[in-house]
């Protein structure tokens, strides 16, 4: 089981800011946003990107163009499916970049809308809230949807995103979730090298 921290920013200044207090960690993953497909925006301008491990979350509208960019700054890339008409499209460049490539699902999206790709990706992002900010209220009914999704591939890793904390977390690991992506609770944390290791203290 692994814990991510996510980074949502507006500029550089406040990019460096949450990336100092989560620099610890193996991989970090990087909230891009439009002000189109969700109302807020996040990394999307040209910022400098400490050397890292990267998984870019795409909110945005036309993924496809900002992968095609970009690829080559992170490990991963997990793009909203109901972003795009270029699945198919998307998963085959990724995959030819020697990438990892995820899906996410917002919170209304059932899994049957990524039954056919299931098991041509890595990764499915549960998002278990409405995306778009830090601090949005976690919606237990969307972790029905990790044992739908593990029958289907019971090899694809299952990451959940939204209102993580050391209350939510064991109710994610109940459900079957692999990946935990954290957003402000560590951000908001003072110290948020304990708070992760508390997390990891949670799922052990």
Known sequence: MKIIPSIISHNQKEFNQRFRKVKFAKLIQLDVMDGKFVKNNSLDKNLELPRKNYEAHLMIKKPEEWIATNICFVKSVIFQIESTNQAAQIIKFVRSSGQKIG???????????????????DKVLILTVHPGKYGAKFIPGTLTKIKQIKKLNRKVIVEVDGGINPDTIKLAKKAGADEFVIGSFLQKSRNPKESYKSLIQEIK
Do not use: G
Not at 103 to 121: D, F, H
């Open 103 to 121: 899906i996410a699902l917002n919170p209304e999206t059932p899994v049957s809308k990524i039954k056919r790709y299931i098991k041509q990706i």
